[in-house]
């Protein structure tokens, strides 16, 4: 099978399959996915150029058997998670043998008869799935600059950080039940607010709708009840990471959040991108993360390049903008490399009291932000209101309104060296239920 082979660091290498200049999917990247066509059950799929290549006909076709045994089952159960549960080993394994199998010159797919046919299709014709089943989910608050921008807008005139954040990984416990994929329409949410402190609270859609523009990274083998995963062993337990938009209903929260914190104000919804992009191919991104003072305790100091240099966007189009043929407003395009929390550190603490990872655990970073403009939420980019978004129809934006449209981007790399992109989460806002 050659699995010395390296398309991770291989620059130069090239697929058969046609890739656009540009392409999110080269051959470097093969992100994973769940796809279906019509009639058809989910299975694993693997992103490549503007087409997909479904891995349970090239499994059945007895291709993969070497690289991951068993293969058959796994890539046709309509979810990551048995994949995911297979560990870094497998994982390599399967990378090699896709690089081998796609690279230009190789034709064992191409040889047997019919098999591309079937296997190989337009990224278009798919219908994508939530890429693996979240057993838990953890949000994060891992960017210094988005933590001292609300701390100001909450607490102005006092220190903007709270005692604790320079010395452990902020986070709390989402929901996972309500984690949709990329398209899903966001409803709008309804619950408590209290607008005038004056008056008692009322209930009702969220008339402060917001983004929280994240990456997220989804777990593997994980860990036995007790034991805890120390920061040096994380990347055996990470496979990849997806673009995460973490709505938050900014009234509803306001009023409810102390003294437990985020409940109704960000269960309601949270959009992942469909393809999975693998640690393995963001290897050549890796980057020093900024300077932690005062240095962590030792169960979360790291040893390496734990950071990733990904660069992110984040774009708006209102229904009366598509309507007019305006095309969506880039409101922000910050990087992800200079996250104070790193992922290492995050799996370590998340564990440190013995809490137990799965397969499919989805950890998101918060929201990413630098310095302005490049904020990642609403309540930044407008700082709470005072300054709203103008939209080139004219109208002007310091919340979401139903018919809006968020699209989030990201990629590492272009400019001469391969692409390695998510491709796109997106979300268009509808009118609450009630």
Not at 71 to 84: D, M, P
Not at 120 to 141: I, K, N, S
Not at 168 to 197: E, K, L, W
Request: charged share 20%.
């Amino acid at each position: 099978m050659g699995t010395a082979f390296n398309a991770t660091t291989d620059g130069a290498l090239r697929s058969w399959v046609d890739v656009p200049d540009g392409s999110d999917f080269p051959i470097q990247n093969m992100p994973l996915g769940i796809i279906a066509r019509a009639c058809e059950s989910p299975r694993v799929g693997v992103a490549i150029g503007d087409s997909v290549l479904d891995l349970a006909v090239v499994a059945e076709a007895g291709l993969l058997d070497d690289a991951l045994p068993g293969a058959r089952a796994i890539l046709t159960c309509g979810t990551l998670n048995a994949f995911l549960a297979r560990g870094r080993a497998a994982w390599s394994a399967v990378r090699a043998r896709l690089s081998m199998l796609l690279a230009a010159g190789n034709e064992e797919l191409r040889g047997v008869p019919g098999l591309t046919e079937r296997a190989l299709y337009p990224r278009t014709q798919a219908r994508m799935h939530l890429p693996f089943e979240v057993g838990d989910y953890v949000d994060f608050y891992s960017s210094i600059e988005h933590a001292t921008n609300l701390g100001r807008l909450f607490r102005p005139g006092a220190e903007p950080l709270m005692p604790n954040y320079r010395h452990i990984p902020i986070g709390y416990h989402g929901r996972s039940s309500t984690i949709v994929v990329s398209g899903t329409p966001i409803v709008r949410p309804n619950g408590q607010r209290r607008p005038d402190p004056q008056q008692p609270p009322l209930f009702g859609p969220s008339g402060a709708l917001d983004i929280e523009l994240e990456v997220g990274f989804v777990t593997g083998p994980g860990n036995a009840l007790g034991m805890p995963i120390l920061s040096s062993s994380a990347r055996e337990h990470i496979y990849g990471m997806v673009l995460v938009n973490d709505w938050s209903a900014r009234d509803i929260q306001a009023w409810e959040y102390q003294p437990l914190g985020p409940f109704l104000g960000k269960s309601f919804a949270t959009s992942i991108s469909p393809w999975v992009v693998s640690l393995d191919a963001l290897e050549p991104f890796r980057v020093e993360g900024p300077r932690q003072e005062p240095e962590p305790l030792p169960y979360l100091r790291t040893s390496g390049a734990w950071n990733y240099a990904i660069s992110l966007r984040v774009e708006l189009q209102s229904a009366q903008m598509a309507r007019s043929g305006h095309a969506p407003l880039t409101l922000s395009q910050p990087s992800f490399q200079g996250m104070y929390w790193n992922m290492a550190q995050q799996l370590a603490h998340a564990t440190a009291n013995g809490a137990v990872v799965r397969p499919g655990d989805l950890f998101a970073s918060g929201t990413v932000s630098e310095a302005k403009p490049n904020f990642g939420s609403l309540i930044e980019l407008t700082w709470r209101g005072t300054h709203p978004i103008v939209l080139p129809d004219g109208t002007q934006r310091v919340f979401l309104e139903d018919g809006d449209t968020v699209r989030l981007l990201g990629h590492a790399g272009g400019d001469g060296v391969p692409r390695i992109g998510f491709g796109e989460v997106s979300g268009r806002i509808v009118e609450a239920r009630v």
